[in-house]
């Protein structure tokens, strides 16, 4: 057996938290804390690029399987990865260190406790990517409740309890006949092992309820409109590094979810309810862009914009088309930067003035000339232009469409069009316009530690804008041989 | 002969309360000396059970009146656990309350007595008998500080209606004596198949008067006034562990003597279930006081446990019985934590006075963070795996409808669990607590948190004792 790195990779954020646990809490700023934290975080990163280097690009097998007997003769414990969730572990490990960076400001007491729930944290969404288990998979994407709860509740703005509540509440309902559905289907199959459930498959008369009990869960993880409502008010409340994993990791939590198991085990009920993803997605698109363009708050808007980022994702993903699922795959890696960043520059300002209504600002490009480049860079990122990382996504998220649905690829390029304008009107309200504000003009422009986890950022958004190839590589063979194992489901059906 | 090696732990234990007895008679200031000797009765009597009755797997005895198999000995074996823990955490709260004599450890060891005759029993009055043992202890313990108000109320509530109960069990009791012509349950078992509407009222009434004695809904109106008003001590053993006894009587009766009316109690099960669930997820929402809110929130676990035992399979009893005894080790972890919250011998049970808890205590709040969120059954807690079990059987029948609002009402449940995690994280904190606890009580919490903890690493041991319970 080799090394179990998968497991070292969920591992390693756990014993970093235990470590922090058992050192002394100190008031203020927690220098060891963070180096700890910090020092943990980049070793996992570091880690899961050997992971990504050693990765076998070639076969859509799953890799770095590990399977240990874990509740005699029911349940192993088995995780392994394939070409989409190697890329998503690493968007995990990516921006854990970015998020512990750049607690400097925000959180102010109980520093220690938070980096204790975010590598928990971390752990946890490792875990949710590499399962191959539904079980284990289950696990690990309930767990991440606790301390998201925790993250939100305890260092959140005002209405932080409601949001907590709110966002606790919606994803456990969703989530609970997510559970009655893989129980079913041990008791259909006779296992819950991904990969066997993919040899196997599930006979069709169960597969539309059960296909149903996922997507309750996954719709409200994703999450899809009508049900997207906890999204802004967790957003606008939780601390900044918590909006950043929120919406650049956890967020993908669903959408990966709909790749691997959707998709993956209920190809048929897939076809069938690719009308209501359809609808469901254009709706979102749409109507959050329009929503998103009423926002007088940054940060609602940017948690409305991912809504309508995240429909293009679920668009993407049912259109069942080759480019369509990679542009959503890419769309999904290229949004959990792209909102990452754009959460730490609303931070930035937030921090010093305290206050995330765009009305506060304005012509701020005269005052912080370096914090109003990069904004810029990530606005444009977000709104998909040639170049950045997130043209890529929903350029073949709309390829993909057009082939199978030209009215909902039409709807669809509207969203674009609207998406460029909410965040565009942002930026001008932001950045531009005459400095009326007095107190901004004494405003601090990016600090290094900013400076450079924005650069972090800015730096893949760009690469892979340019370069989609290492993405597209790694993720090819996975995909077609989920489509390939899709139409022949169909078709002996 | 009979072997009575078999009954050694019951014989013991009633020859430890005589004793106990004499000696708080006729020695003075013998409270310390009743309380260590009852701890090692309980001890040894735990030791005997699993020497002697353990690998059993079924022996009758008494013209088979008493039966010894894996449940019963399993069941006693966490009877007494739980006896033991309750005995030893209570000292210094009874201290405190000027309680600390010598009935308290003789009381709570007779009613454990009462509990080990009904878990073995096998006859209608073998059952009886052990049954009314242990409520007349248990009434005296609801009292047992007679000078406050609320207790008096509690224990005198507690008897009426438990009273009540009885009536009615002994009333379903001579019914099915009637059909059947006998009070053992394996005959009975033989001679009922008729589908007569007496015979149907005779398990109802037995039925409800369990469903008392577990308090489900809708015979749970005793359980909140009588937790609230009971010493929280006492409140923590009713929590515990005449629910272990009554819940193997529940399926002693189900499945031995009503096996064949599987089609008469099943439905009563699931409403039973069902209606706990709900009620008691629902009506917790509104409570201000700690143990009125356990009261609830037991009411709703043990809508759970029917659950599994509403399947008519072994993994439904099984999973019941892995419910239990992880919900033992959670309740007792919370009581734990009620009786930490002390301030110069005054103790807290308010909601609100956890308050900002977690400013002043960190290391009690997170396990009380822990002991909640495995209450409300999140993963990878132990109380997730308690539900998963049960669920798991349930849907083995395809029971979706109840699995299904069982999962539900997990949500509405959460609810409460997370007020309380609100009002110990987010709120602004108090005054301090005082920490210097017994020796005991940091033990017991410690210990049980860590087990509720780190139960996800292997949950395979406690599935493999449970699964050489075979009834049906």
């Known amino acids: ?60 097998s799953f890799q770095f399987v590990e399977d240990r007997v874990w509740i005699e003769g029911f349940i192993n414990y088995k995780v392994g990865v394939d070409g989409i969730s190697i890329l998503f572990i690493i968007l995990t490990t990516f921006i854990t260190p970015i998020c512990i960076i750049s607690v400097n400001n925000s959180v102010k007491n109980r520093l220690r406790d938070f980096l204790i729930a975010i590598l928990i944290m971390e752990s946890f969404m490792i875990g949710v990517f590499c399962a191959l288990d539904l079980v284990v998979f289950y696990l690990f994407f309930e767990a991440g409740l606790i301390p998201m709860f925790l993250i939100i509740g305890i260092w959140g703005g005002a209405r932080r309890v409601y949001s907590a509540f709110k966002f606790f509440l919606y994803t456990l309902l969703g989530s609970v006949l997510m559970l009655v559905a893989i129980i079913s289907i041990y008791w259909i199959t006779g296992t819950t092992d991904v990969v066997q459930l993919y040899e196997i498959g599930i006979d069709v008369k169960y597969q539309n309820l059960l296909w149903l009990a996922f997507f309750s869960s996954f719709a409200v993880k994703t999450p899809m ?53 359809y609808t469901l997605s254009v709706i979102a698109i749409i109507f959050t862009s329009l929503i998103a363009l009423m926002q007088e708050d940054m940060k609602k808007l940017i948690a409305y914009s991912s809504v309508a980022h995240m429909g293009f994702v679920t668009l993407g993903i049912f259109t069942l088309q080759q480019q369509g699922i990679e542009g959503s795959i890419i769309q999904m890696i290229s949004h959990g930067l792209v909102s990452a960043a754009l959460f730490l520059t609303v931070g930035v300002v937030y921090d010093r003035m305290h206050s995330r209504l765009i009305s506060t600002y304005g012509g701020l490009v005269s005052v912080i000339p370096k914090y109003s480049i990069l904004f810029m860079l990530f606005a444009l990122a977000s709104l998909g232009l040639p170049g950045t990382s997130g043209f890529i996504g929903e350029f073949l998220i709309l390829m993909g469409a057009f082939k199978d649905n030209f009215l909902v690829a039409v709807i669809a390029s509207i969203g674009v069009i609207l998406g460029a304008a909410y965040m565009l009107w942002l930026y001008k309200r932001v950045v531009f316009g005459k400095l009326i504000n007095e107190d901004l003009k004494k405003i601090l422009d990016l600090n290094r530690s900013e400076y450079f986890i924005l650069s972090c950022l800015a730096a893949p958004i760009l690469f892979f804008g340019f370069y989609p190839d290492p993405l597209i590589n790694t993720i090819e063979v996975s995909v077609t041989d989920l489509i390939n194992m899709h139409d022949s489901n169909i078709a002996s059906k | 002969m009979e072997n009575l090696n078999l009954v050694l732990p019951e014989i013991f234990i009633s020859l430890s309360i005589m004793f106990l007895l004499v000696l708080g008679v006729f020695k003075k200031d013998s409270s310390k000396i009743t309380f260590i000797l009852s701890l090692f009765a309980i001890l040894i009597t735990a030791i005997i059970t699993i020497n002697e009755t353990f690998s059993v797997s079924r022996e009758t005895l008494f013209n088979e009146s008493v039966v010894i198999d894996s449940l019963s000995s399993l069941m006693k074996i966490i009877t007494l656990v739980g006896g033991f823990l309750v005995l030893v955490i209570s000292s210094s709260y009874l201290k405190t309350f000027k309680m600390y004599n010598i009935e ?26 052990g049954l009314e043992l242990q409520s007349l202890a248990l009434y005296v313990l609801a009292t047992y500080n007679r000078d406050q108000l609320k207790s008096s109320e509690a224990g005198l509530k507690y008897f009426v209606l438990s009273a009540l109960s009885s009536g009615l069990l002994l009333y379903g009791c001579s019914l099915v004596y009637g059909f059947s012509g006998s009070t053992n349950f394996d005959i009975i078992s033989n001679q009922l198949n008729s589908n007569e509407y007496v015979l149907t009222f005779g398990i109802v009434f037995i039925l409800v008067g369990l469903a008392f004695k577990i308090s489900a809904v809708p015979f749970h109106m005793w359980a909140p006034d009588v937790y609230e008003g009971s010493p929280t001590t006492v409140t923590l053993f009713f929590t515990m562990v005449p629910k272990i006894a009554a819940l193997t009587v529940f399926i002693r009766f189900l499945y031995v003597p009503f096996l064949n009316l599987i089609d008469q109690w099943q439905m009563i099960i699931v409403f039973l279930s069902i209606a706990s669930m709900i009620f008691g997820a629902v009506a917790a929402i509104g409570q201000t006081n700690i143990k009125r809110l356990i009261a609830y929130s037991s009411i709703s676990h043990i809508g759970y446990t029917l659950a599994g035992l509403a399947t008519v399979s072994n993994e439904g009893i099984q999973s019941s019985i892995i419910y239990i005894s992880i919900y033992v080790v959670m309740n007792l972890a919370l009581f734990c934590c009620l009786l930490m919250l002390r301030r110069k011998d005054q103790y807290y049970e308010d909601i609100s006075d956890l308050s900002g808890l977690s400013k002043n205590h960190p290391m009690l709040s997170l396990c009380l963070l822990v002991i909640l969120f495995s209450l409300a059954g999140i993963p990878p807690l132990a109380g997730f795996f308690a539900k998963f079990y049960v669920f798991i059987a349930v849907l083995e029948q395809s029971m979706y409808f109840l699995a299904i609002v069982g999962l539900l009402s997990t949500v509405v449940a959460a609810f409460y669990y997370l007020r309380i995690i609100k009002i110990i994280y987010f709120d602004k904190e108090k005054d301090k607590y005082d920490t210097d606890h017994s020796l005991w009580l940091k033990f017991s919490l410690t210990v049980s948190t860590i087990l509720i903890l780190l139960y996800f690493i292997f949950p395979s041991q406690l599935i493999e004792v449970v699964s050489r319970i075979n009834i049906i």
């Open chain 1, 1 to 60: 057996m080799n090394f179990p790195i998968l497991s070292s990779l969920i591992l390693l954020p756990i014993v970093g938290a235990l470590f922090l646990f058992f050192t002394k809490d100190k008031e203020g700023n927690n220098l060891t804390a963070k180096y700890v934290a910090l020092f943990t975080t980049v070793v996992n990163f570091l880690i899961s690029i050997y992971l990504w280097i050693s990765f076998d690009q070639s076969t859509s």
């Open chain 1, 225 to 277: 409109w009508p049900v997207h409502t906890w999204l802004p008010d967790a957003h606008v409340e939780a601390p900044t590094a918590g909006s950043v994993l929120l919406a650049a990791i956890l967020l993908k939590m669903a959408g990966y979810g709909f790749i691997r198991f959707s998709l993956g085990l209920f190809p048929i009920a897939s076809e069938v309810f690719t009308p209501l993803i």
């Open chain 2, 104 to 129: 308290y450890p003789i009381l709570i060891l007779s009613s454990i007595l009462g509990m080990m005759v009904m878990i073995s029993s096998n006859d209608l009055i073998v059952f009886y008998m």
